[in-house]
């Protein structure tokens, strides 16, 4: 009986603690947020618990740190969270029907593929180890890198790895080459200074943007109005960063335990938007443009079957 007792009372304290979308005590509505530690990821969140914006509009939000974007929706599709941030890499994911976008953040360029010294010329990857997190932005680098260079897949050997090990691989000489992306380069650059950047981001502009952006579980989107009071958090939070650089700045790396400096080079490896920006460029069909031609590229990369309407998983428009 005394099991029993105890069984049933973990369950009930866990329905009340881990029940995405659920009312507090206090009348606003709690919503489970998910963050990655970097500039990128985590600047809006830090702008929003400092001023406050989540009270402002009815909301509490419970932030979890993950290391990349799929895991985030992943949790979504169990029941684990509401929200949360994507890196170019897994835009993938919503376009499939996993999530819906909820806003635009930045146009990213942190992603890098590196190699080890001696490896000069990305042509000379061809059978080498490499080591990338699928699903991912350092996917998506890499992907485009070794076309760039008249490569496929099966030229070199992919191996699956969570970006913290490919720090710690890459830097150890476990693995040849990786698709990553700052500020973890940052660390993989103490262990192995010498390391070489083959591609990057800006390498492919011409032909492809590389967006980061919010996105929410397709449950907590069907939630309106739910989901556009977590819209004008994030909305206000933006245009406070674009204000305050250098306050967001200081309240990122208070979020992050990390130093000013640190954060400060982290976020100039982005361009990050403000409202009217990205007004304008929902407006000129910039926005469409973005994540047709991301759509095409995951068609050719073999993540998706098939380009969708950006409408049918972009609801940013809930202002």
């Given at each position: 009986?005394?099991?029993?007792?105890?069984?049933?009372?973990?369950?009930?304290?866990?329905?009340?603690?881990?029940?995405?979308?659920?009312?507090?005590?206090?009348?606003?509505?709690?919503?489970?947020?998910?963050?990655?530690?970097?500039?990128?990821?985590?600047?809006?969140?830090?702008?929003?618990?400092d001023q406050k914006l989540w009270a402002k509009h009815g909301l509490k939000a419970d932030a979890k740190v993950f290391t990349n974007g799929p895991l985030q929706i992943t949790a979504m599709n169990?029941?684990?969270?509401?929200?949360?941030?994507?890196?170019?890499?897994?835009?993938?994911?919503?376009?499939?029907?996993?999530?819906?976008?909820?806003?635009?953040?930045?146009?990213?360029?942190?992603?890098?593929?590196?190699?080890?010294?001696?490896?000069?010329?990305?042509?000379?990857?061809?059978?080498?180890?490499?080591?990338?997190?699928?699903?991912?932005?350092?996917?998506?680098?890499?992907?485009?890198?070794?076309?760039?260079?008249?490569?496929?897949?099966?030229?070199?050997?992919?191996?699956?790895?969570?970006?913290?090990?490919?720090?710690?691989?890459?830097?150890?000489?476990?693995?040849?080459?990786?698709?990553?992306?700052?500020?973890?380069?940052?660390?993989?650059?103490?262990?192995?200074?010498?390391?070489?950047?083959?591609?990057?981001?800006?390498?492919?502009?011409?032909?492809?943007?590389?967006?980061?952006?919010?996105?929410?579980?397709?449950?907590?989107?069907?939630?309106?109005?739910?989901?556009?009071?977590?819209?004008?958090?994030?909305?206000?939070?933006?245009?406070?960063?674009?204000?305050?650089?250098?306050?967001?700045?200081?309240?990122?790396?208070?979020?992050?335990?990390?130093?000013?400096?640190?954060?400060?080079?982290?976020?100039?490896?982005?361009?990050?938007?403000?409202?009217?920006?990205?007004?304008?460029?929902?407006?000129?069909g910039t926005v469409k443009k973005w994540l047709t031609g991301m759509g095409d590229y995951f068609v050719g990369a073999g993540k998706l079957p098939a380009n969708p309407d950006p409408a049918t998983?972009?609801?940013?428009?809930?202002?």
């Open positions: 009986m005394n099991r029993r007792l105890l069984a049933a009372l973990a369950a009930a304290s866990l329905s009340v603690t881990s029940a995405c979308g659920s009312d507090s005590a206090a009348g606003e509505k709690s919503v489970d947020f998910g963050y990655i530690a970097d500039y990128n990821g985590a600047s809006l969140l830090a702008v929003a618990n169990a029941g684990d969270l509401d929200y949360g941030y994507i890196g170019p890499g897994a835009v993938w994911l919503p376009a499939s029907g996993k999530a819906k976008i909820v806003a635009l953040n930045s146009l990213g360029n942190a992603d890098r593929v590196i190699a080890q010294p001696g490896i000069t010329d990305l042509a000379q990857l061809k059978g080498k180890k490499i080591g990338v997190p699928e699903g991912t932005s350092g996917d998506m680098i890499l992907t485009l890198a070794l076309a760039k260079a008249g490569l496929r897949n099966t030229d070199v050997e992919r191996v699956p790895m969570d970006a913290a090990t490919i720090v710690t691989a890459f830097g150890a000489g476990r693995i040849d080459a990786a698709g990553i992306w700052y500020p973890l380069l940052d660390n993989i650059k103490a262990k192995q200074p010498n390391l070489v950047e083959l591609a990057r981001n800006a390498d492919f502009s011409a032909e492809i943007a590389f967006p980061t952006a919010f996105v929410a579980g397709n449950e907590a989107a069907a939630e309106t109005d739910q989901t556009g009071r977590v819209e004008k958090v994030l909305r206000e939070a933006m245009d406070f960063r674009a204000q305050n650089p250098d306050k967001t700045i200081e309240l990122t790396a208070e979020l992050l335990n990390r130093s000013a400096a640190d954060v400060k080079a982290d976020a100039a490896n982005s361009e990050m938007l403000d409202t009217k920006t990205l007004d304008g460029y929902l407006a000129d998983y972009y609801v940013g428009d809930l202002k």
